[in-house]
Nanobody, 125 residues
Framework: QVQLVESGGGLVQAGGSLRLSCTAS????????MGWFRQAPGKEREFVAA????????GYADFVKGRFTISRDNAKNTVYLQMDSLKPDDTAVYYC??????????????????WGQGTQVTVSS
């Protein structure tokens, strides 16, 4: 089992920045990738960014390219999502997820095995 705990959400004005953190515990050696997803009210959960745990390769949704950066600190078992130039459309609950089985960097939520509880990000206009 892997446990994930997110932190760093909050309220920010448009154009501002936030950094989300997700710390993994438990059988972290089994993790292949870590991802961030988000879900706004009335919308489906969508992929934001992901990173391969060992190689560090990354992938982003088109709507966050150039604004968000995913990174990880293996020694701390923590993945980060630096969010800059935030827009009101970025308002959502952000979820951290861990994939223990997919041999490529997945953007599909169904391929992630473990999920955090979510952290609210609200961007005011």
């Amino acid at each position: 089992q892997v446990q994930l705990v997110e932190s760093g959400g909050g309220l920010v004005q448009a154009g501002g920045s936030l950094r989300l953190s997700c710390t993994a515990s438990g059988r972290t050696f089994s993790i292949y990738s870590m991802g961030w997803f988000r879900q706004a009210p009335g919308k489906e959960r969508e992929f934001v960014a992901a990173i391969r745990w060992s190689a560090g390769s990354t992938g982003y949704a088109d709507f966050v390219k150039g604004r968000f950066t995913i990174s990880r600190d293996n020694a701390k078992n923590t993945v980060y999502l630096q969010m800059d130039s935030l827009k009101p459309d970025d308002t959502a609950v952000y979820y951290c997820a861990a994939d223990r089985s997919t041999l490529y960097l997945s953007r599909m939520s169904r391929e992630y095995d473990y999920w955090g509880q979510g952290t609210q990000v609200t961007v005011s206009s």
